[in-house]
């Protein structure tokens, strides 16, 4: 009798934290974007900025080698295209020193970068062709952190539980689905400032492109290429006008895949500013860098826009600070798209759709008209055929139900259309366990069993059977969390828990109010 008591406060308690954890309902159950409505996104990435940065860290290197050798000023270097490097000749000091440092070079660039690029050595220069393995690894590799971003960008800004997926055979496209966004502008300006950073050395600047253009009578020097100077501005007006033209050179000397850290900080004179941090690798970079161009004006380019040029006034290593007139709001976004991971390549938004929830009230009604119906209809039915003990399989599946919708409200999961298919899916599981068990305690009364020895043994030979047809099933919604996305997972995540929980109640609890009815009286007949 001892042990049934604790059984019984243990299913109590249960019950109580059960009703707590989902009450009141509507705050404690999160709805997908199917149920409660929300943003639907498809994003494009700009694959070409993301080769841009490859060929431009690798020409980096090169340069690099070259600067220890001392043989930089010796070559000149033009990127005709996203995928290719040339280098020829610049100001060599005689031919016989500049041809040992043209075939050291060429050596160099065969042992290093051949798996990378083909490598087409002539004796009027060296061009690095990049492999196309090398093009669909990027691609790949700029889309999963584009991902990886997106998911890090909307946490940060408190949202959760969005599917962030990507799309086409190298993912150029990526779903975006926001349910029960509060403010869609602000999320969407937050995934839509994209925040490719890039540091570029500035070589000269106009109020005017055109004035800029007439200073080179229209033929822009090699390499460089001209960019507005914007600062986005929060307010009616959206954006504040151009802060004039700069004339920058193409190769990007750091970018933000370089990146580590930022947050909000202050400048010199207590106005709000950005400071970031460097990698090991991106601050060797910038060091050689800077020491090399103290005085020079080095633009802090973000989305093809230059937000600030401050001259290099020391060498810098791997942290500094990005200024521009910000206000504290300004620059705690800034901060917060750089801090959540800087994209490796910009992207605009292809498709937005505004799911309102209307559409979602509707669901959420049939859903659970549909769930309620279904529950009703298996309960009627255990009533009819198994009487009495219907009843003990009814309260164990009220139970069940309990504890799906509590452990949602605790993991903050979602509840998606799917998953309250898993809800309904998880209904007939529950009562199948329930069959299982009361024919089998129907065949030990038939051979002449009494009726608590019938109990015991039903409950006993059931249990492999209820217990592999459950784990099997949970394994497969295992399969479906891990490579499905979204609503499958939903699916999933509900399936399994009730599975989980049909366990408990099947078992434990319909075995204890089996017990709780027996008593320890002696009992000739079993309504079931």
Not at 336 to 358: D, F, H, Y
Not at 399 to 416: D, E, G, P, V
Not at 507 to 522: D, H, K, N, Q, Y
């Amino acid at each position: 009798m001892k042990r049934l008591r604790w059984r019984l406060i243990l299913i109590l308690a249960v019950a109580a934290l059960g009703v707590w954890g989902i009450w009141p309902l509507q705050e404690k159950i999160r709805l997908g974007l199917d149920l409660k409505g929300g943003m639907h996104l498809v994003l494009q990435v700009h694959m070409e900025d993301a080769l841009r940065a490859q060929r431009d860290h690798d020409l980096n290197g090169v340069r690099a080698w070259l600067q220890d050798k001392g043989w930089l000023t010796w070559f000149q270097f033009d990127t005709p295209a996203l995928d290719r490097i040339v280098i020829r000749a610049a100001q060599p000091p005689d031919l016989q020193q500049f041809q040992r440092a043209f075939t050291d070079l060429g050596d160099y660039l065969e042992r290093n970068y051949s798996t990378a690029y083909i490598v087409d050595v002539r004796s009027d220069g060296i061009t690095l062709q990049m492999r196309p393995e090398l093009v669909t690894d990027v691609k790949r590799r700029t889309s999963e952190q584009a991902v990886l971003t997106i998911r890090r960008r909307v946490d940060e800004y408190g949202l959760a539980e969005v599917v962030v997926a990507p799309q086409g055979a190298t993912g150029e496209r990526i779903l975006v689905q926001l349910p029960g966004v509060e403010d869609p502008n602000q999320v969407k300006a937050l995934i839509r400032e994209t925040s490719f950073l890039e540091f570029r050395l500035v070589l000269d600047f106009a109020a005017t492109q055109d004035e800029l253009t007439q200073r080179y009578q229209g033929r822009l020097p090699e390499g460089t290429e001209i960019l507005p100077g914007w600062i986005e501005r929060d307010g009616e007006d959206g954006r504040s006008a151009d802060t004039g033209f700069y004339l920058v050179r193409k190769e990007a000397v750091i970018t933000g895949q370089d990146l580590e850290y930022a947050y909000r900080c202050a400048d010199q004179v207590g106005l709000p500013a950005v400071c970031f941090r460097l990698s090991r690798r991106g601050g060797e970079r910038f060091y050689n860098f800077t020491g090399q161009h103290i005085g020079d004006p080095l633009g802090i380019i973000l989305d093809g826009r230059v937000i600030t040029a401050p001259r290099i006034q020391a060498q810098i290593r791997d942290e500094g600070q990005i200024t521009g007139r910000f206000t504290q709001q300004e620059a705690e976004r800034l901060a917060i798209q750089l801090r959540s991971g800087a994209l490796p390549a910009a992207m605009t938004i292809l498709e937005e759709r505004q799911i309102g929830p209307a559409l979602g009230r509707d669901s959420i009604r049939k859903g659970a008209l549909s769930s309620l119906i279904g529950a009703t209809i298996v309960m009627l039915f255990m009533l009819f055929y198994y009487k009495g003990a219907g009843v003990n399989a009814n309260l164990a599946l009220v139970l069940n139900l309990l504890i799906i919708l509590a452990c949602l409200a605790y993991f903050k999961a979602t509840l998606t259309l799917p998953g309250i298919a898993g809800v309904a899916l998880t209904i007939g599981m529950a009562v199948d366990a329930n069959v299982l068990i009361f024919e089998r305690i129907k065949e030990e009364l038939r051979v002449g069993k009494t009726v608590r020895t019938a109990v015991d043994l039903g409950f006993h030979r059931a249990w492999s059977a209820i217990f592999d047809s459950n784990m099997t099933t949970i394994l497969a919604a295992l399969a479906l969390y891990i490579w499905g996305t979204g609503p499958v997972q939903g699916f999933a995540i509900t399936l399994s828990i009730g599975l989980l929980a049909n366990l408990f109640t099947a078992v434990f609890v319909s075995r204890t109010i089996f017990e709780l009815v027996l008593g320890e009286r002696p009992v000739e007949r079993l309504s079931i």
